[in-house]
């Protein structure tokens, strides 16, 4: 039978659990709400050590992951986006330049490149960068769309 801590025992455990659920707060997803805590925010063009050049026609639904990352699908294809400068996130929606929101199940067209995954991670500078790390939490096995415009959503 386990002993329930009592007086300050209690109170430094209780410190403590509550400093790791701060912690954890603090790690955030493309999903969550940017806030002072940290988290790696939305994943964006300017993520990349240089611009892609050229671009599709792009279209599909945008869709918030169980993790709370944004992915692009289509009939074709299912990928991780990452959105045009500029753009924000504001929990399990995404925020254009000019204040429009595009949430799970909207449809969103624009022009973009497709890039395997691990094109993406190069581009990004790695495994190790901001985007590399994105790429390895949102999108393993998936390729990533750089959305360099946005025409409706």
């Not at 753009?87 to 330049?97: C, K, M, N, Y």
């Amino acid at each position: 039978m386990s002993r329930r801590p009592t007086g300050s025992r209690f109170r430094v455990q209780a410190a403590l659990g509550t400093a790791a659920v701060l912690l954890l707060a603090g790690t955030g997803c493309a999903g969550e709400a940017e806030s002072a805590e940290g988290g790696m925010g939305l994943p964006v063009v300017g993520w990349l050590d240089e611009p892609t050049t050229g671009g599709t026609a792009i279209s599909g639904t945008m869709r918030v992951a169980d993790n709370g990352c944004f992915h692009l699908e289509s009939d074709s294809a299912h990928l991780f986006i990452l959105w045009p400068d500029g753009f924000e996130h504001d929990g399990a929606q995404v925020l254009t330049g000019d204040g429009a929101a595009i949430a799970d199940g909207d449809e969103l067209s624009g022009t973009g490149t497709v890039l395997a995954n691990s094109d993406a991670v190069e581009a990004g500078g790695g495994k190790d960068s901001q985007l590399g790390q994105a790429v390895g939490y949102c999108a393993e096995g998936l390729d990533v769309v750089v959305l360099t415009e946005v025409t409706s959503g």
